[in-house]
């Protein structure tokens, strides 16, 4: 992937200007940037056949995170382009590829207001389409509580289980059609930590799907920030559909800033992008 006439360390040090909570990580990372020539970018672009290709290929890259460190701590996604992953990884444990006994895992976000016995919440969906088939302790898996009604003591209360866990080493992500990572939407700047957001027009009408009306999706969701999730050792993007091209385009190649959340993945030095064709038919 090729980058335009700026240099990564340019473009770095520019943006974090406007973002400065993130000062410190910039210095650190304009330094390693400036090491690279210009035109040159280190994110890994996994072209997958299809959906079901590009479910099979990340769950082999989670899997390799699993062998390598069986107390991994793994960081989860919800939405449907995760559901082959979880599926594909649900394989490799019935067949005795992973043991997933020591395994932590900590997800992104959660809506407000929904709890564990909610099927449309998030806790819901990761223990009806990964955890309860696996052999994940229940007490190692982490999400917000959409429960806790006081928004400051939910982001407080799960920025201290993220830092309780210690470096994620593998952050897996989904893209929204906005842009979204986590429900981290496009904003002015750069939400840092764990915070609750007001969910995006774009955003309740594409999730929409998963409830009985538009009516019915929360307003509202607790999620992990967008410094909290450039913390991970390797951020793993998975992306499928058309629907998503022009956004990953714009996400990977265009300019960094808190209007495309996903953008900032090109501040983070090991970034796998695992996408089917369609998803990068612009590419
Ligand atoms: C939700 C989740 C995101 C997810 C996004 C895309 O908004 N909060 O984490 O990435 O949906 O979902 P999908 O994979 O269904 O397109």
């Known amino acids: 992937m090729r980058r335009g006439p700026q240099t990564v360390a340019s473009r770095f040090a520019e943006r974090m200007e406007q973002t400065p909570y993130l000062k410190h990580a910039a210095k650190k990372k304009a330094g390693q940037a400036a090491k690279r020539t210009e035109g040159e970018n280190d994110m890994r672009i996994i072209r997958c056949r299809n959906y079901e290709d590009m479910g099979k290929k990340a769950a082999n890259l989670i899997g390799a995170t699993v062998i390598r460190k069986p107390d991994c701590v793994l960081g989860l996604a919800t939405g449907s382009t995760p559901l082959g992953i979880y599926a594909s990884l649900i394989e490799r444990y019935q067949d005795k590829d992973l043991d997933f006994s020591a395994v932590k895992s900590v997800n992104l976000d959660e809506y407000k207001g929904l709890g564990e016995d909610n099927p449309q919440s998030y806790r819901y969906y990761m223990k009806e389409n990964f955890f309860r088939h696996i052999n994940i302790r229940p007490e190692n898996t982490h999400l917000p509580d959409g429960l806790e009604p006081d928004s400051a003591k939910a982001c407080a209360d799960y920025d201290a289980v993220i830092a309780s866990m210690g470096q994620v080493d593998l952050q897996l992500l989904g893209l929204g059609h906005d842009g979204h990572i ?102």
């Open 182 to 283: 986590g429900f981290n939407e496009p904003n002015q700047y750069f939400d840092k930590e764990t915070h609750c957001v007001d969910l995006a027009p774009m955003t309740i009408e594409a999730n929409k799907r998963f409830f009985a009306s538009a009516d019915e999706v929360p307003r509202q969701a607790y999620t992990m920030g967008i410094a909290a999730i450039l913390r991970a050792r390797c951020v793993l993007l998975a992306v499928s559909g058309r629907d998503k091209a022009k956004i990953l385009k714009e996400a990977l190649t265009g300019p960094i800033t808190p209007e495309v959340p996903a953008s900032a993945l090109q501040f983070h030095p090991n970034v796998v992008v695992v996408a089917d064709e369609d998803a990068l038919s612009l590419f």
